[in-house]
């Protein structure tokens, strides 16, 4: 069988529309891989919201060697609405702990930012959820990130397909920027952990509320874009009481008492999942999240503290993650 | 003089000294970027509270920020084309004769604007394959952002501000029915047990919690169906939450919500008027709405509101 100059041509033409159509799906989504050789995570015992955490806490962070000297820190809890009674926000108690431990390791600040992702009257959420009093009382000051003045970020992802984001001034202009996430399932997320927590610092003036425009681009895939923009440096995640079920305003408080300490925002997130009895490898932005941003494997994990046992009941989740369970087989 | 008055002068020269040369105002008193939010409620309550300077710059700010399509962005130097604020520009315009045009072009824009759920792919979509959120796709309304779907507070914003229009005539033609969706759409979403959430009132088979500020902004915009046993249901559990609201956003929207219903309001007011620290609020929009709402008459007729 012979080629003609006009096979040759056909054939070339369709390898190169072939290739210009599938090439997008085999390109990484990434720009750079921020992967640390090996990673760090605390799992610290602490039964009860008190006064104790700031021990606990001083405790674990004497575990990392992190350098907060002459810095602007800022501490970013999970803050969405209010509920009385209900598990929904990463306790007040743990934040000012967090505050008074990085005031003591010789932060130049510490501020508390967020842009609360359901209800549009911060100052509501911060005072019925007990945080204005005690925020005023420490004299530790608080911005509500869904208002800050904002500045346009290229992504350092395409996971979502848009170019940058409008994101608060005090995120960008953090020396160290702590995410601490309240350990919750999230119906459309499976769980709500430090990359998730996130999404709070997308100002809801620009992008709506619940952070309507993320929602529309894919929550897995905004999470991924958010986290290769804005690194988080360090992780406190609140599973004192976490929230199982229906996740992350209607579930149920889940005692599970645990505080996690961590260097890196996956591998945080693949312990925290494994604790509550998920295999990380199977939410998808753990997984994507590990090619570039951080370790899920326990090889590349610096266990310390107490041992990952996984939840001897797995937390409850809706329907469609329940695959999540670490229980069933591997695909 | 009252302490009313007195609080009052205070506010207006908190808000005045916020107000940045540019004429607008930005969102928080440490920030200097402005937006358009902020600058309607300044603008409406200094409106409301006498005409100054200062509400001739922020018009003139509002003016000279105007999109080309019609549209206002969410602050000065925002990329996006148009944003749910729109509404709430053309209701601080509403008395300025020199924006007759920029009004009407902005209206053109709020009445093509419309949540996604009005196009027949989303209607299928939500009606056949994605119902974890209980809603009619039938009904929609407008909004945050170009390309997402409705909800309440931009739908209510829009509602108040079609309403100014005077007829429904030089273009105009469709306002009648966009107007009719919104409302059914609010109607639709509101909360099982009386109120109104962000968007929906159930979720994965559950019922949310209402807001008061989301079901106080609803309610601004139904006043003439206040017969509806939605809104109804809405008004008592604002009448209730009332009382406990503890935070200056959503007491003085919900005194404004209830005024407009004809209840008296005098105790919330006193309760507003006597929160520790209001001028050391850093949400401008807050701070103007308290001032705003030292005068509820007034503020509802700034608010295009018929009690």
Same mark, same amino acid.
């Given at each position: 069988m012979s080629l003609t100059r006009r096979d040759l041509l056909v054939g070339g033409t369709a390898l190169a529309a072939g290739t210009s159509v599938s090439a997008p799906f085999f390109m990484p989504k990434y720009h750079v891989d921020r992967r640390p050789k090996r990673s760090r995570v605390a799992i610290l015992h602490a039964e009860q919201y008190s006064q104790k955490l700031d021990e606990v806490l001083a405790t674990g962070l004497r575990l990392f060697p992190i350098d907060v000297r002459g810095k602007r820190v800022v501490l970013k809890p999970n803050l969405v609405d209010y509920a009385p009674g209900d598990a929904i926000n990463t306790h007040p108690l743990l934040v000012l702990a967090a505050a008074e431990s990085f005031r003591r390791l010789g932060a130049k600040s510490v501020a508390v930012a967020e842009g609360p992702g359901h209800q549009r009257d911060t100052q509501l959420v911060l005072s019925l959820s007990g945080y204005q009093q005690s925020l005023r009382d420490e004299r530790i000051r608080f911005v509500d990130l869904n208002r800050d003045q904002l500045i346009r970020i290229p992504l350092r992802a395409s996971y979502t397909g848009m170019e940058s984001l409008w994101l608060p001034r005090t995120i960008l202009e953090a020396d160290f920027l702590v995410s601490m996430p309240k350990i919750k399932t999230h119906h459309w997320s499976g769980v709500t952990l430090s990359m998730k927590n996130m999404f709070g610092i997308v100002p809801g003036a620009r992008y709506g509320w619940p952070k309507n425009l993320l929602h529309w681009k894919g929550i897995q895939e905004s999470i991924l874009d958010i986290c290769a923009t804005v690194p988080v440096h360090f992780i406190i995640a609140d599973g004192i009481v976490a929230m199982e079920g229906n996740?992350?305003?209607?579930g149920t408080p889940r005692s599970l008492g645990k505080i996690v300490l961590a260097n890196d925002a996956v591998a945080a997130d693949a312990v925290c999942a494994r604790l509550m009895g998920f295999e990380p490898g199977r939410i998808p932005h753990i997984h994507d999240g590990s090619?570039?941003? %951080?370790?899920?494997s326990l090889g590349h994990i610096d266990q310390c503290g107490e041992p990952l046992d996984g939840a001897a009941i797995p937390f409850q989740i809706s329907l469609q993650f329940q695959h999540l369970c670490s229980a069933l087989p591997t695909e | 003089m009252t302490s009313n008055t007195i609080l009052c002068s205070h506010l207006i020269a908190e808000i005045a000294l916020r107000q940045l040369p540019c004429g607008g105002w930005a969102a928080l008193a440490s920030s200097s970027q402005p937006a358009v939010e902020p600058t309607c409620y300044s603008a409406l309550s200094f409106a409301a509270a006498a005409p100054t300077s200062h509400t001739e710059r922020a018009f003139e700010f509002l003016l000279r920020h105007q999109n080309l399509n019609g549209s206002w962005p969410v602050? &000065? %130097?925002?990329?996006?084309? %148009? &944003?749910?604020?729109t509404a709430l520009a053309l209701m601080t315009l509403r008395n300025l004769p020199a924006a007759i045009p920029a009004r009407l072009t902005g209206f053109e824009w709020l009445m093509n604007y419309a949540g996604r759920e009005s196009d027949w792919f989303w209607k299928w979509k939500f009606r056949t394959a994605d119902r974890y959120v209980r809603f009619d796709p039938e009904t929609f309304g407008w909004p945050w952002f170009p390309n997402t779907v409705s909800w309440v507070v931009p739908t209510a914003f829009a509602l108040l501000a079609l309403k100014?229009?005077?007829?429904?005539?030089? %273009?105009?033609?469709q306002a009648p029915f966009r107007v009719q969706r919104g409302i059914e759409m609010l109607l639709d979403r509101a909360c099982p047990g009386g109120g109104w959430n962000a968007g929906n009132g159930v979720v994965y088979g559950v019922p949310v919690a209402p807001h008061p500020d989301d079901t106080a902004i609803a309610l601004l915009a139904l006043t003439d169906h206040r017969q509806e046993t939605v809104v109804q249901s809405g008004l008592q559990y604002l009448e209730h939450a009332a009382v406990d609201l503890c935070a200056p956003w959503s007491l003085a929207y919900a005194i404004l919500a209830l005024a407009a219903y004809g209840q008296n309001t005098e105790s919330l007011q006193r309760r507003l008027t006597s929160m520790p620290d209001l001028l050391a609020i850093e949400d401008t929009s807050t701070l103007a709405l308290v001032l705003l709402v030292l005068d509820v008459e007034r503020a509802l007729l700034e608010l295009g509101v018929t009690a």
């Open positions: 996740g992350p305003l209607n090619r570039f941003l %951080g370790n899920v | 602050f &000065a %130097g925002d990329d996006q084309d %148009g &944003a749910w604020v100014q229009i005077p007829c429904s005539c030089g %273009g105009f033609e």
